[in-house]
T-cell receptor
């Protein structure tokens, strides 16, 4: 199946700093990538849809100025958590879909962010 | 009513047992349905798609009832390695594309 690589897998940062998470599709072109957040014992919640070459579409309640998304190429999308606070600590997962007839989503390995 | 609802469990079953998970969805326009498996602190991975006629993959059987908006997953002869959280996922058309909605998941622990 298609491979999506996410980096870093975990990060600890100080409150007030910014953290960048990368999501790459390794063997297919992904015009659209998705960013999710998952708190403990909760479901994956879609944060935003990242479209190559255009602005991301954010879900209701997600601050676009806090969670900056850049999708500069067909294989790379980045999520930057700006001025992180402890309440931003969560598991962030990206996914990309292969539009060659497949409907399943391929997920990155996830990034566990801890803000101290 | 939540968009995708699952019994959170946990389900604690002995090896070799048969266990069934249920899921209901609220949007009747939903088109496709999946079961994903998520291990602790890992990303979800596709277990199987769910078809209207029902489908089986080894020890796993998935069924869909569109009229009742209900999906199920049956695991026979449980193995220790089946311990994980099982996510019910529903694909729903949206503006120009589609969206996947995830249930909270049902946790399964298979005990020796």
């Amino acid at each position: 199946g298609a491979v999506v690589s996410q980096h870093p897998s975990w990060v600890i940062c100080k409150s007030g700093t910014s953290v960048k998470i990368e999501c790459r599709s390794l063997d297919f072109q992904a015009t659209t990538m998705f960013w999710y957040r998952q708190f403990p014992k909760q479901s994956l919640m879609l944060m935003a849809t990242s479209n190559e070459g255009s602005k991301a579409t954010y879900e209701q309640g997600v601050e676009k100025d806090k969670f900056l998304i850049n999708h500069a190429s067909l294989t790379l999308s980045t999520l930057t958590v700006t001025s992180a606070h402890p309440e931003d600590s969560s598991f962030y997962i990206c996914s990309a879909r292969d539009y060659n007839g497949n409907t399943e989503a391929f997920f990155g390995q996830g990034t566990r962010l801890t803000v101290v | 009513r939540k968009e995708v609802e699952q019994d959170p469990g946990p389900f604690n079953v002995p090896e070799g047992a048969t266990v069934a998970f249920n899921c209901t969805y609220s949007n009747s326009a939903s088109q496709s349905f999946f079961w994903y498996r998520q291990d602790c602190r890992k990303e979800p991975k596709l277990l199987m798609s769910v078809y209207s006629s029902g489908n089986e993959d080894g020890r796993f059987t998935a069924q869909l009832n569109r009229a009742s908006q209900y999906i199920s997953l049956l695991i026979r002869d449980s193995k220790l390695s089946d311990s994980a959280t099982y996510l019910c996922v529903v694909k729903t058309p949206g503006a120009g594309s589609y969206q996947l909605t995830f249930g909270k998941g049902t946790k399964l622990s298979v005990i020796p």
